[in-house]
C-alpha cells in the first residue's frame, strides 16, 4: 500500500513525503506523532486489519490514538484502513485497497492545496475503494 | 447536510459560520479544534454513518475525540450523526437528516444565545430527526 | 430529572445549585466542566440513554469524557444515567429514575459533607433506582 | 471487601493506609487521583460490576480511567474487580472477591517493596481469585 | 514470556534491557511510562489474555493506555499479547507465543537500529506466531 500511495502523490503532486513503517496498526499514531514532530504538514496512515473482534479492539485503539495525535498537533492524518472482511475473495480486496488509497491520497491533497474541491464531493456518496453510491435522491 | 444546517442558520439567526469540509468522521475532532483556534464560538458536526461494526467503532472514537476538543476548547460540539439503519429506505432517512440537523442548529443557536429554552425542552421527549415523543405521563 | 434533583437538594441540604441543560448526553463533560470553572464543587449529571448499540457507544464516550473531567479539575460527578431498556413499562422505568435520582443527590451531598456515610453503605448492596439487593451473606 | 483489604495488608505489612469510598465504580479514577495527591504510594480499587452490557462499559470507561491517572502520577493503581457472572452461586463469588482481594493487597505490597517477587510468579498461571491453574508445561 | 524475549534480544543485539513484571495487563501503561523515564529507549510489553468479553475490555484499556505513553514519550512501545483463544491446545498457543515474542523483539530492534528492514516487510503478510500469508498475489 505504500507503494501505491506515493505512486499516486507523485502522480498529482510536488509534494515531498517521508516513509515510516511500523509493526502493526497500533504503531501507527506515535510514528505520526514523530512525523509531524519531524516537520510534516499531513501524514496519511495505511493499514491493514484482520476479521477478529480483536481486531477490531486494536483498530478502535489506533483510531484513538491517531484523533489523539491530531488534536496534539493540530493537523490531518487521513487513515487508509482495509478490513480483511471487506470482499470476498483476495483479488477484491486489493482493488478496494488500491482504489482506497488513491483516493485518500488525492483527499489529503486537497485537504492541504485545494480544501473547496472536497466541499463539492461532500453528500455525493464518495465512498473510498468501493464504486460510489451517488448522491440520495429526493 | 452542510447546505441544510446553513440554511437554518440564516433563517433563525445572523450568526456568521464557517464550513469546513472533511473526507470521513474521524477526520470531525481535528477540523472542530481548528474552527475553535480560528475564532468560532461552536462548532456543528454532521456525519453519516453506515451500518457495519467498523463504522460504530469510528463512530465511537469520533466520539470520544468531539468530548476531548470540548474538554480542551470549554466550548461546545453539537454533534449531528445520522445512522444508515435509522430508517427502512432513503426517503425516510432524508427526512430525518434534514429535521435532525434543523433541530440541531436551532439547539447550537440556543446554547448559545438562549440557554433557557434548553431548560424548557429537557424531559419532554425531543428526538432531533425522529417525531418527538411527548413527556412520559404518571 | 432535573426538577427532582432539585427538589431532593433542596428537601436534604442548604447547598446552591446551578442547573445547566444540555441538547444530548454528549454534551454533558464540557458542561460539567464549565460548571467545574465556574465554582462549583460538585456536578450531577442526569442522562436518559435509549437501546440501541449506538446509544451505548454513546454512553461509553460520554462516560470516559465525565472520568475525564473528574482528573481534570480533581472533583467529583455523579452521573445519574437511566436507560430505557431498564424496566418493562414506562410507569417503573419513571420509578426507578426518580429513585435513582434521589439516592445519587444524596451520595453528592455525602461526598462533600460527609463521606463517612458512603463508608458504611459499601458492600450493603445498595442499588439506586432499584430496590437494595442487601449485603451478600455468608 | 474494603474490610478484607486492609486486614490483609495489617497481616502482611506495616504500611499505612486510607480508605476512601465512592458511590460507583466510574467514580474511583478521580478518588485515586485525589488519594495520590494526598501522598499515597498506591491505591487499590475495590470494585462489584453487574452482568449487563452497561456494566461492563461503564467497566472499561473507569479502566481507561484509572490508567490515565497512573499516567499522570507515575504510580500504580491495582485494580481488584469481581464481575457478578464469574461464578453460579453468591457462596462462590464471595470466595472468589475475599480470595482476588487478598492476592492483590499482596501484589501492591510487593510492587512497593520486593518486585522481584512478581517476576518469580509471572507466566506460573497465578489467577487472582480462582485456583492457579500453574505454568503451560512442554 | 519474558525470559524468550531476554534470549531473543541477546541473539540478535547487545542492546541492554531491564524487566519489569506486573500483576496484570491493565498495570502495563504505567509501567512503560516508568521505563522511559528510567531511560529506556524502546518497551516490548508482554501479556497474556483470558477469552471473555470481559478480557477483551482489559485489552483495549490497556492498548488505549500504551498509546497514550507512546504519544507522552514520543517512543515506541511494541505490545506483544498472546490471547487464550487463537490456538486449540495449550502447545500450539505456546509456538504462538514464542514465535510471536521472537519476531516482535526483531522489529522492536529494528525500529531502533535499522528501521528500512520493517518497510521492506511490509506488505509481505508477515504475522507474528503464526506462520506467514506471504504477500496478496496479482
Known amino acids: 500500500m505504500g507503494r501505491i500511495a506515493i505512486d499516486e502523490l507523485r502522480r498529482i503532486s510536488g509534494l515531498k513525503c517521508i516513509r515510516y513503517t ?3 496498526i497500533k504503531d501507527l499514531p506515535v510514528a505520526a506523532k514523530k512525523l509531524f514532530d519531524d516537520g510534516c504538514e499531513i501524514v496519511i496512515t495505511l493499514g491493514w486489519v484482520g476479521k477478529t473482534q ?6 478502535l485503539a ?3 490514538g491517531l484523533i489523539t495525535v491530531q488534536l496534539l498537533t493540530g493537523k490531518h492524518v487521513i487513515d487508509v484502513t482495509v478490513h480483511e472482511d471487506e470482499a470476498e475473495n483476495e483479488k477484491e480486496l486489493l482493488a478496494i485497497a488500491e482504489n482506497r488509497v488513491r483516493e ?3 483527499n489529503a491533497v486537497d485537504l492541504l492545496l ?3 474541491r472536497l466541499q463539492k464531493l461532500a453528500g455525493t456518496g464518495q465512498r473510498q475503494g468501493q464504486p460510489d453510491v451517488g448522491p440520495i435522491m429526493r
Do not use: A, E, Q
Not at 480483536?54 to 483498530?59: A, G, H, P, Q, T
Open 114 to 116: 485545494n480544501p473547496k
Open 54 to 59: 480483536k481486531d477490531l479492539v486494536s483498530y
Open 104 to 106: 485518500h491520497v488525492r
Open 62 to 64: 489506533m483510531s484513538i
Open 22 to 24: 511500523v509493526p502493526g
